[in-house]
């Protein structure tokens, strides 16, 4: 379709800033940079009708790390690699907070829970050894005759990090044990149980769509079904072609394509990891409440009212998780099945009906690290969320801005 002068001079005028991907990534960075500078001409594009990478396609954790995790992370990239990590996504957390009411969003702080399982219950269920990840992804057993040696070593290097909330002058705990609590949840095989009340969960296209509102409010452009194929960058700006007939000029340029960036910027450490999820019908007598991770954030799962939400087990097939589909797959399909009536509903209880599955695409590479970096004169990057996007997505897009200076 040849596009009309009309269209030429108004939809695909040269802009400011042109964002390529609508997931949290490029609606925070559009929302951060309108609210500095209203004047900015802004226009976001997406090749969905949709958002359709992991932002409308995730578990909606409002999470910064479980126990597990964390301590693997530090053997990975180290203590203050961590750190600056863990703060990113806390920080993103309490800007979620300051700029949607909870009622906007479904955001209900409800805490989060880490599940162990002993050697005995291991040999069982875990799939990771016979399947070859990536560095980031190796995942191992927890020692769990470690788990109040980490408690208190990471509440120690976390909390004054966080800047977490104080009470008679001492920072509140984040991680409590609350393994007391096993049998009341209805467990089974779990032999130690972690509690970080400073977790929550909230309805991701819900969030999604309140920044489309607050940035289209404000002038942003959001032109769906638009995939960009190209860029070239000149003395000027940027010019980006799109499957429309119609390239657009740009003076800056940011690509936040999360886990397809490797599509325009060939060579960058990004890898598509797919994360399944299931949602069950309602189950009658569902013992918990809250976000609920196993197996270094493989496994998650939470209630939705009293719907199970279920995903993860990527673990059990890393070479074919890597992938830009978005189908669902028996094998994984299977495995957490198997994980719900072997370890989170109680013994003998009936299976209930899988109402809906899903599948996204996340963004990993050999490290947890965001990518925010400059790719071309006037082009840049932020992508490889890695797991934990709902949180770390409005500082990553503070960070970008402030590399792209006004
Ligand atoms: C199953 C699953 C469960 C998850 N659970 C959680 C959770 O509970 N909590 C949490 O914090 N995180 C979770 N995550 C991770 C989180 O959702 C992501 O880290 C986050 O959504 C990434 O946001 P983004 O904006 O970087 O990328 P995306 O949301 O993937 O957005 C990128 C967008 O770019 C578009 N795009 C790609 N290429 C082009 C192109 N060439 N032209 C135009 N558009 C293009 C895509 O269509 C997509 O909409 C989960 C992810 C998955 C898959």
Not at 39 to 53: A, D, H, W
Not at 101 to 116: P, R, S
Not at 254 to 262: P, S, Y
């Amino acid at each position: 379709m040849a596009i009309s002068i009309w269209e030429q001079t108004t939809y695909f005028a040269p802009k400011d800033l042109v964002i390529v991907g609508c997931g949290f990534v490029g609606l925070w960075t559009a929302y951060e940079a309108i609210q500095k500078n209203p004047k900015l001409n802004i226009t976001i594009l997406e090749r969905g009708v949709l958002p359709s990478g992991a932002s409308t396609r995730n578990a909606g954790f409002s999470c910064f790390g479980s126990i597990s995790e964390l301590m693997y992370d530090i053997k990975l990239m180290g203590e203050a690699a961590m750190l600056e990590t863990v703060k990113m996504r806390y920080d993103g957390l309490q800007r979620i907070q300051k700029v949607f009411k909870a009622k906007e969003i479904d955001y209900n702080q409800w805490g989060g829970y880490e599940l162990f399982e002993g050697k005995k219950s291991n040999k069982n269920t875990k799939a990771s050894k016979t399947n070859k990840g990536a560095s980031s992804e190796l995942s191992e057993l927890y020692d769990i005759s470690k788990l109040e040696t980490d408690i208190a070593y990471l509440n120690k290097i976390l909390a004054p990090a966080l800047k977490t909330p104080k009470k008679n002058g001492k920072y509140l705990p984040i991680y409590t044990n609350a393994s007391k609590d096993i049998n009341k949840l209805g467990f089974q095989g779990i032999e130690a149980l972690a509690f970080n009340q400073m977790e929550g969960q909230l309805n991701s296209a819900k969030l999604v769509l309140a920044l489309q509102k607050a940035v289209q409010a404000k002038g942003v452009q959001i032109l769906f079904s638009t995939e960009v194929k190209k860029f070239k960058s000149h003395k000027k700006g940027v010019t980006i072609t799109t499957n429309l007939d119609a390239p657009i000029e740009a003076k800056q340029f940011l690509i936040c394509t999360n886990g397809f960036a490797k599509q325009i910027i060939p060579g960058l450490d990004v890898v598509p990891a797919r994360g399944q999820v299931f949602v069950t019908e309602p189950i009658k007598n569902l013992k918990f409440k809250g976000c609920f991770h196993f197996d270094e954030g493989y496994y998650y799962f939470r209630n939705l009212g009293n719907r199970l939400l279920l995903g993860g087990a990527r673990n059990a097939d890393f070479k074919n998780e890597k992938t830009y589909s978005l189908d669902t797959s028996g094998t994984i399909q299977k495995v957490l099945e198997d994980f719900m009536m072997q370890r989170i509903l109680p013994k003998g209880s009936r299976k209930p009906k899988i109402e809906l599955r899903w599948s996204g695409t996340m963004g990993i590479g050999s490290i947890k690290k965001p990518i925010i970096e400059q790719v071309q004169p006037n082009v840049y990057c932020a992508v490889r969320m890695s797991g934990m996007g709902v949180a770390i997505a409005p500082i990553v897009a503070q960070k970008a801005l402030k590399l792209m200076k006004g």
